[in-house]
C-alpha cells in the first residue's frame, strides 16, 4: 500500500516582514496551513504502521513568488512553494524532493481555462499509479488551500480517478483556521459516491456505488440491509434478464422502500441515504407503483436502454396478454393440454407456446379430413379449365385432394366475377370498393390475392408494391387465375392448404427467410381462427398485433445470435424500441 496526499498549495502569510504562526490541535504549528494537513496525516497513517509516499498539489503564480523574511534569527527568501518542502523534509525525513508533485495553476486564466488544469494532475496521479504496477494507492486529500472553486477541482481530480484499478479514497481533511483544528470530512466527500450511485442505480439499475458507500458501516439498520439485498437482487434480475423474477423483485423494491422511508430516528448516514431513495422512488415512477404492470417494466427497461432485457420480456410475457386480452386464445381444455406438451421442449408455458408455434395440422376444415400432397399441373388444369368456363365441380376434379377448397373458391370466384371492376371504381352498376370489403365481401379469393403478393414480395427483393397496389394491377378474375397458375409449389400449397409434395434445397433456403416464416404462420393463424382452433375477441386488430410479436420475437433472436440484422436504428427497418414502444401502445388501446 502506498498513501499519496493531494491538495491545493496555500499562502504564508506576513505580518510587518515576518510570517504569522499558527498551531492547530494544539501540537501541529505550521507556517503554511497544508502543513497541518501533512502533519495529521502522518500521525494517522503512523498508528496503522504506514506512512505518507508522495505529496501532490496545484502551485499558483502566487506560490510561485519570492518571499524575504527572517527565520530562527536568519534572512530567508524562497517561493511559498520551497518553503512547503523545506518545512515538510525538514519534519520527516524520509521524504525527498522527488516525492513532491506539482501541478502549474494559473490563478489569471478565466474559470473555464483554469478548471482543464485537472486534466494534468489527473494524468500525474495515473503516472504514479502505473509507475507502482500491481500496489494499491490510497489518496488523501487537503481540502484547506487554493482559490474560490479549488474544492470543485479537487472533486472533479477525485471523480476523474474513481475507475482506477488500484486506486482507493482515503481521509479527506480541512483545517479550520478559526477553531485551530483539523476536520475529518470523509464523509463529506463520501456522499458525492452517494449521489453518483443513485445516479447509477436511476439511469443503469446498478448498486456498486452505493455498496462501495456501505461496505465500511457493518451497523446497518435491519430495513436498510433489507433495502440493499433487494436492490441487489433487482439489479441482478435485470442485468442478467431472469424475467421470472423482474416482477417479483419490483414488487419487493417497492415494499422495502416503503418500510426504509417510515422507519423513524434514523442514524445521519441511514437519513441521507432516505433523501438518496426518494430521487430514486421520483426516476423510477410508475414502476414503483402498486398499480405497475408489466407493460410498465418493458416500457422502464426501453426508457433505460436496456434493449436487450425489454425484448426478452416482451418474447415471454406479450403471449401471455395476447391470450389474457383475448387476443387470440383459446378456452379448450385439451388444446390448452396440447400446448403445454408442445411448449415443454422449449421451456415455454401453454400460453406461450399457444402464440408462438401452436398448429393442429390437417383440422383446419369442419370435418377434420386430412390431405394428401397434390401436383403443381393438376392446379394449373384446375384453373385452365375454370377460366374456360366449365362446371365447378368438373374443375376441381383435376385436383380432387383439394375440393374442399377449390369448389368454394371457384363459387366465390363465379359469384363475384366483377368484384376487381368495382375495387377500381370502373363498375357503373356498384360503388367503389374499398380494400377492407373486398376481405369481407370475398375472403377466399383475396386470401389468394394476398398469397401472390406474398410470393412477389419474397422473391424479389426489388419488389415495392403494397397489397393495394397489386389489387389494382388484377384487371378481372382471369388475371387472377393466370397469377395463380405461376405460383411455385410452396405457394400453392399455402393456397390449398395441402403439404408439400418434396422438400428441395431451394425450398429449404426459402423456409429460412424471415418473411416466408410469417406468410406460412399467418396461414396457420388464418386456418385456426376460421375453424375455431383459435379464438379472438378483436377479429379486425388480431393478426396485426400477432405479426407485431413476431416481428419482435424474430429480432430477439438476430440479435442472440449476433446477426448483423440486430439493432436496425441506423438501417431503413424501424429501431427496435420504437418497434416495442409502438407495440405497447397498440396492445394498451385495447
Not at 84 to 90: A, T
Not at 99 to 116: C, G, M, P, W
Request: glycine share 4%.
Amino acid at each position: 500500500m502506498k498513501n499519496i496526499l493531494f491538495s491545493f498549495l496555500s499562502f504564508i502569510h506576513l505580518d510587518n516582514g515576518s510570517f504569522v504562526s499558527t498551531t492547530y490541535e494544539k501540537k501541529y504549528k505550521c507556517i503554511q496551513t497544508n502543513e497541518s494537513a501533512v502533519e495529521y496525516l502522518m500521525d494517522v497513517l503512523a498508528e496503522q504502521g504506514e506512512t505518507l509516499d508522495a505529496l501532490f498539489y496545484f502551485s499558483s503564480r502566487k506560490t510561485k513568488e519570492k518571499l524575504c523574511f527572517l527565520f530562527d534569527g536568519k534572512a530567508e527568501a524562497h517561493t511559498h512553494e520551497e518553503w512547503f518542502k523545506m518545512r515538510i523534509m525538514e519534519k520527516f525525513p524520509a521524504l525527498t524532493e522527488d516525492d513532491f508533485y506539482a501541478v502549474d495553476y494559473d490563478e489569471e486564466k478565466d474559470t473555464n481555462e483554469s478548471i482543464l488544469q485537472i486534466i494534468p494532475m489527473t494524468e500525474k496521479i495515473k503516472k504514479f499509479i502505473a509507475d507502482n504496477p500491481g500496489i494499491q494507492v490510497r489518496l488523501h486529500a487537503d481540502m484547506t488551500g487554493g482559490f474560490r472553486h479549488a474544492s470543485m477541482m479537487m472533486l472533479s481530480v477525485m471523480q476523474l480517478l474513481r475507475t482506477e484499478q488500484f486506486l482507493e479514497i482515503g481521509k479527506v481533511v480541512y483545517s479550520n483556521w478559526q477553531r485551530r483544528i483539523i476536520e475529518d470530512v470523509t464523509e463529506v466527500h463520501r456522499m458525492y459516491t452517494l449521489v453518483s450511485g443513485a445516479d447509477e442505480f436511476v439511469n443503469f439499475g446498478s448498486v456498486t456505488e452505493i455498496d462501495k458507500y456501505f461496505e465500511s458501516k457493518p451497523e446497518l439498520s435491519e430495513k436498510l440491509d433489507k433495502l440493499l439485498n433487494t436492490m441487489r437482487r433487482f439489479s441482478y434480475a435485470v442485468k442478467i434478464c431472469r424475467t421470472n423474477k423482474i416482477e417479483e423483485y419490483v414488487k419487493q423494491l417497492r415494499k422495502r422502500i416503503n418500510e426504509f422511508k417510515d422507519e423513524p430516528g434514523k442514524p445521519i448516514r441511514e437519513e441521507i441515504f432516505s433523501q438518496i431513495i426518494s430521487l430514486i422512488s421520483k426516476e423510477y415512477g410508475v414502476l414503483l407503483s402498486s398499480s405497475a404492470t408489466r407493460t410498465d417494466i418493458i416500457r422502464w427497461c426501453i426508457k433505460k436502454g436496456f434493449l436487450q432485457q425489454a425484448m426478452t420480456l416482451c418474447t415471454e410475457w406479450l403471449p401471455e396478454m395476447l391470450v389474457d386480452k383475448k387476443i387470440c386464445y383459446t378456452d379448450d381444455a385439451m388444446r390448452k393440454l396440447n400446448a403445454e406438451k408442445q411448449g415443454m421442449d422449449m421451456n415455454q408455458n401453454w400460453k406461450q407456446a399457444f402464440i408462438i408455434s401452436y398448429n393442429e395440422k390437417n383440422r383446419y376444415s369442419k370435418q377434420g379430413a386430412s390431405v394428401q400432397p397434390v401436383s403443381q399441373e393438376g392446379l394449373n388444369k384446375a384453373l385452365a379449365d375454370f377460366t374456360a368456363g366449365k362446371n365447378i365441380a368438373e374443375c376441381a376434379e383435376a385436383v380432387p385432394e383439394a375440393k374442399q377448397f377449390l369448389i368454394p373458391f371457384f363459387t366465390e370466384c363465379r359469384k363475384h366475377a366483377n368484384i376487381f371492376q368495382r375495387i377500381k371504381g370502373i363498375d357503373a352498376k356498384h360503388k367503389k370498393l374499398r380494400i377492407f370489403e373486398f376481405k369481407q365481401i370475398a375472403p377466399l379469393m383475396e386470401r389468394a390475392c394476398r398469397i401472390e403478393w406474398r410470393r412477389n414480395v419474397i422473391q424479389d427483393v426489388n419488389y415495392k408494391d403494397s397489397f393495394e397496389q397489386l389489387i389494382e394491377r388484377i384487371q378481372n378474375v382471369d388475371g387472377l387465375m393466370a397469377r395463380l397458375a405461376n405460383l411455385p409449389d410452396e405457394y400453392y400449397c399455402m393456397l390449398l392448404n395441402v403439404e408439400k409434395k418434396v422438400k428441395n434445397k431451394k425450398t429449404e433456403t426459402v423456409f429460412q427467410d424471415d418473411n416466408y416464416k410469417w406468410q406460412a404462420r399467418a396461414l396457420q393463424y388464418e386456418a385456426m381462427f376460421k375453424a375455431g382452433i383459435m379464438e379472438t375477441k378483436y377479429p379486425d386488430k388480431a393478426m396485426d398485433l400477432l405479426k407485431g410479436y413476431f416481428d419482435i420475437r424474430v429480432e430477439r433472436n438476430h440479435i442472440n445470435h449476433a446477426n448483423g440484422d440486430g439493432l436496425s436504428g441506423e438501417e431503413s427497418r424501424t429501431p427496435i424500441d420504437v418497434m416495442m414502444l409502438n407495440y405497447l401502445d397498440k396492445l394498451q388501446r385495447i
